[in-house]
């Protein structure tokens, strides 16, 4: 199993976009200026939909019972709870939809939220029950049906885990297993979430599951290559080989795909993958130095991928010696990046990122050099590197 690649799963990329959205027109029509109304609909508008629902009650003073302030409410809180999922605040966001539930208890788009609420909470009992009763009011929705059948494969498996809440970390395993020391596990995650969110000044405030499976386990629930040692879907999910990780390796993959859920949070999930992958590696890289031969061996023989065909690179179905090389490439840029112009800049970039720039533009605007010059400037630095 290759240990130095880690993969994010690509299945987590859109999930957060799984409400339907629900735009300012149909929310609310034209309205007489000045009104509490108007100022709702133009804080929706902005998509400050939390002034939207408190000048909205501020209207229902005045008109108590009006079914159609009723329903603009149930809108507003349906998007607020789709904002703060989005931002990962689960706990804010099942409130937020528990009262859109009570103003509609039998609206499957609600019930399918608060499953995902659930699921993601660790609460797979509850995202079950919820994702059921979604299911009784709309059996045609492949999608949830899919979800649905995985949650349950899911549940099969999980329900025999051992659980430990540690500060942030909500940890599943196996209780007695000879290959690691869940002391160690914990001590690990500890570490992650001081010194990887020194380096991205973010500390999350929400539990993040992770849960460790037998390989038997793992590949009964996800369909990746072997040499997956680790993913990233909204949970850490690590598969165990019986003698196959040292003490290490467990750091390393726990480092990497840590980073990936604070790199989700940072940029709401707005990141190209060779920078998903580049910043994991260089947190990983602390623990244990990433091997660069494929990159070397790419250089020597002038086989180098160009940047903007990276991602397509990192895909599961592609060569693992393509994968190998794309991985040592996404950190060698990376680490180039953050050794020329420093963390904070990469900071600020993941900043432009989540306000929905584009990757490109990210770097020329805190950068001030295309990402042309940049992937240059890389390949002259490989050689000073490389011929040293």
Same mark, same amino acid.
């Given at each position: 199993?290759?240990?130095?690649?880690?993969?994010?799963?690509?299945?987590?990329?859109?999930?957060?976009?799984?409400?339907?959205?629900?735009?300012?027109?149909?929310?609310?029509?034209?309205?007489?200026?000045?009104?509490?109304?108007?100022?709702?609909?133009?804080?929706?508008?902005?998509?400050?939909?939390?002034?939207?629902?408190?000048?909205?009650?501020?209207?229902?003073?005045?008109?108590?019972?009006?079914?159609?302030?009723?329903?603009?409410?149930?809108?507003?809180?349906?998007? @607020? !709870?789709?904002?703060?999922?989005?931002?990962?605040? %689960? /706990?804010? *966001?099942? #409130?937020?939809?528990?009262? $859109? =539930?009570? +103003?509609?208890?039998?609206?499957?788009?609600?019930?399918?939220? @608060? !499953?995902?609420?659930?699921?993601?909470?660790?609460? %797979? /009992?509850? *995202?079950? #029950?919820?994702?059921?009763? $979604? =299911?009784? +009011?709309?059996?045609?929705?492949?999608?949830?049906?899919?979800?649905?059948?995985?949650?349950?494969?899911?549940?099969?498996?999980?329900?025999?885990?051992?659980?430990?809440?540690?500060?942030?970390?909500? +940890?599943?395993?196996?209780?007695?297993?000879?290959?690691?020391?869940?002391?160690?596990?914990?001590?690990?995650?500890?570490?992650?979430?001081?010194?990887?969110?020194?380096?991205?000044?973010?500390?999350?405030?929400?539990?993040?599951?992770?849960?460790?499976?037998?390989?038997?386990?793992?590949?009964?629930?996800?369909?990746?290559?072997?040499?997956?040692?680790?993913?990233?879907?909204?949970?850490?999910?690590?598969?165990?080989?019986?003698?196959?990780?040292?003490?290490?390796?467990?750091?390393?993959?726990?480092?990497?795909?840590?980073?990936?859920?604070?790199?989700?949070?940072?940029?709401?999930?707005?990141?190209?993958?060779?920078?998903?992958?580049?910043?994991?590696?260089?947190?990983?890289?602390?623990?244990?130095?990433?091997?660069?031969?494929?990159?070397?061996?790419?250089?020597?023989?002038?086989?180098?991928?160009?940047?903007?065909?990276?991602?397509?690179?990192?895909?599961?179905?592609?060569?693992?010696?393509?994968?190998?090389?794309?991985?040592?490439?996404?950190?060698?840029?990376?680490?180039?990046?953050?050794?020329?112009?420093?963390?904070?800049?990469?900071?600020?970039?993941?900043?432009?990122?989540?306000?929905?720039?584009?990757?490109?533009?990210?770097?020329?605007?805190?950068?001030?050099?295309?990402?042309?010059?940049?992937?240059?400037?890389?390949?002259?630095?490989?050689?000073?590197?490389?011929?040293?």
């Amino acid at each position: 199993m290759l240990t130095v690649i880690r993969k994010c799963s690509p299945f987590f990329f859109g999930v957060l976009a799984f409400i339907p959205l629900l735009t300012p027109p149909f929310l609310f029509p034209e309205d007489s200026g000045g009104s509490w109304e108007e100022l709702s609909r133009q804080a929706a508008a902005k998509g400050d939909y939390r002034s939207a629902l408190d000048y909205l009650r501020r209207a229902e003073t005045g008109s108590p019972g009006n079914p159609a302030l009723r329903q603009k409410k149930f809108a507003l809180l349906y998007q @607020l !709870g789709q904002q703060l999922f989005r931002e990962n605040k %689960l /706990d804010q *966001a099942e #409130d937020i939809f528990l009262q $859109a =539930l009570d +103003l509609r208890p039998n609206d499957q788009g609600v019930l399918k939220a @608060l !499953g995902y609420v659930s699921y993601y909470s660790q609460r %797979l /009992d509850t *995202a079950r #029950d919820y994702w059921e009763k $979604a =299911l009784r +009011l709309n059996s045609r929705d492949s999608e949830l049906a899919a979800r649905y059948n995985q949650l349950k494969k899911e549940l099969e498996v999980e329900e025999k885990l051992d659980s430990s809440q540690l500060s942030n970390f909500d +940890l599943r395993f196996h209780a007695g297993a000879a290959d690691y020391n869940i002391y160690d596990i914990q001590s690990y995650l500890l570490r992650a979430y001081r010194e990887i969110g020194y380096d991205f000044n973010y500390y999350p405030t929400r539990t993040l599951p992770v849960i460790l499976y037998t390989r038997e386990e793992f590949e009964q629930l996800r369909s990746t290559p072997r040499w997956v040692g680790g993913l990233y879907d909204g949970k850490i999910r690590i598969p165990v080989e019986t003698g196959d990780l040292r003490a290490i390796d467990f750091q390393k993959i726990l480092w990497h795909e840590y980073t990936h859920a604070l790199i989700h949070d940072l940029t709401l999930d707005n990141c190209p993958r060779w920078l998903h992958e580049g910043l994991a590696q260089y947190q990983e890289s602390k623990v244990e130095a990433i091997d660069l031969d494929p990159l070397r061996n790419a250089w020597t023989d002038d086989n180098l991928i160009a940047l903007d065909h990276l991602d397509e690179e990192l895909g599961f179905g592609n060569d693992s010696r393509r994968i190998r090389l794309a991985y040592a490439q996404a950190y060698s840029f990376t680490d180039y990046l953050i050794v020329g112009y420093g963390f904070w800049r990469m900071n600020l970039i993941l900043e432009r990122l989540k306000k929905g720039e584009n990757w490109r533009s990210a770097l020329e605007h805190e950068l001030l050099i295309s990402p042309e010059s940049l992937e240059e400037e890389w390949r002259n630095w490989l050689e000073v590197e490389f011929e040293a």
